[in-house]
C-alpha cells in the first residue's frame, strides 16, 4: 500500500511539473557543471548594470565577450552541450542569484539532425519556460533570445532549426520585454550557406572572427 502511495504522490507531482521528463537526465548529465558554475557565483562579485549572458558553448567559449561587449560589463554562465530542456531545469540556479540589467540567452543544442531532437514547437515551451522562471524574481529586465546560428555540421536540421527561430521571433514580438537577435544573416554567404571561415574545424563552434 506504501508503495501505491508514493507511486500515486510521484504521478501528482509529475503532472503538476512540465519539465519533469528531462529533469532525472538533466541532473544527471550537467550537475557538475552546473556546480562549477555555482562556485563561480560564490568567488565573483557581479558588476553593476552587466548583462548575464546564459546558455550553451557558444557562451561558454566566448573568451573575448568582456572586450566585445564593453562599454558593457558581462557575466557569463555557459556549459557545453546545454539544451533547452535542461537549462528549463537549472535556469533558476544560473540566473537568480545575479543582479543584471539585462539577459542574453543563446541554446543550439535540442535540433541536431539526430533521431532524439524535439520539435520546433516543443523547444518553444521550453523557451517559454525558462523565461516565465526568470519573470518570478527579474520582472522589469529586458530578455534577449539570440537566434540558433546555421552551421556546416547541423545544416541538414536547418529547416526545423530556422523554423524554432520562427517561433522566438514570433514569442519576442508579441511579448513586452523580450526581445529576438537575428544573427542568421552573418552567419550565411550569398547563396544561403554557411560561412566555414567563421567557425572552427568542427564547423560547429564559432572561431574568433565568428564572434566579432
Known amino acids: 500500500m506504501a508503495w501505491k502511495i508514493l507511486s500515486l504522490a510521484l504521478v501528482l507531482i509529475s503532472a503538476d511539473d512540465p519539465i519533469a521528463q528531462y529533469r532525472?537526465?538533466?541532473?544527471?548529465?550537467?550537475e557538475p557543471e552546473i556546480r562549477k558554475l555555482e562556485q563561480l557565483d560564490r568567488q565573483e562579485t557581479d558588476p553593476p548594470h552587466a548583462i548575464l549572458f546564459v546558455g550553451s558553448s557558444s557562451?561558454?567559449?566566448w573568451d573575448s565577450i568582456a572586450d566585445d561587449m564593453r562599454p558593457w560589463p558581462v557575466i557569463r554562465r555557459g556549459y557545453g552541450g546545454a539544451r533547452f530542456s535542461d537549462l528549463a531545469v537549472f535556469?533558476?540556479?544560473l540566473v537568480d542569484p545575479h543582479q543584471f540589467d539585462a539577459l542574453a540567452i543563446f541554446v543550439a543544442n535540442d535540433i541536431s539532425g539526430k533521431g532524439n531532437d524535439k520539435t520546433p514547437e516543443e523547444v518553444l515551451r521550453l523557451v517559454r519556460y525558462c523565461?516565465?522562471?526568470v519573470r518570478q524574481k527579474h520582472p522589469d529586465q529586458p530578455i534577449f533570445?539570440?537566434?540558433?546560428?546555421?552551421?556546416?555540421s547541423r545544416f541538414h536540421a536547418w529547416p526545423q532549426i530556422r523554423q524554432v527561430n520562427r517561433l522566438m521571433a514570433e514569442y519576442c514580438q508579441a511579448t513586452e520585454g523580450l526581445y529576438y537577435v537575428d544573427t542568421a544573416p552573418h552567419f550565411l554567404d550569398e547563396d544561403g550557406n554557411p560561412r566555414d571561415e567563421l567557425f572552427r574545424?568542427?564547423?560547429?563552434?564559432l572561431n574568433a572572427s565568428g564572434y566579432k
Open 59 to 61: 557562451i561558454r567559449l
Open 91 to 93: 535556469i533558476n540556479r
Open 201 to 205: 574545424d568542427d564547423r560547429l563552434h
Open 24 to 30: 532525472q537526465e538533466a541532473i544527471e548529465r550537467w
Open 145 to 152: 533570445l539570440i537566434g540558433i546560428t546555421p552551421t556546416s
Open 131 to 133: 523565461v516565465e522562471q
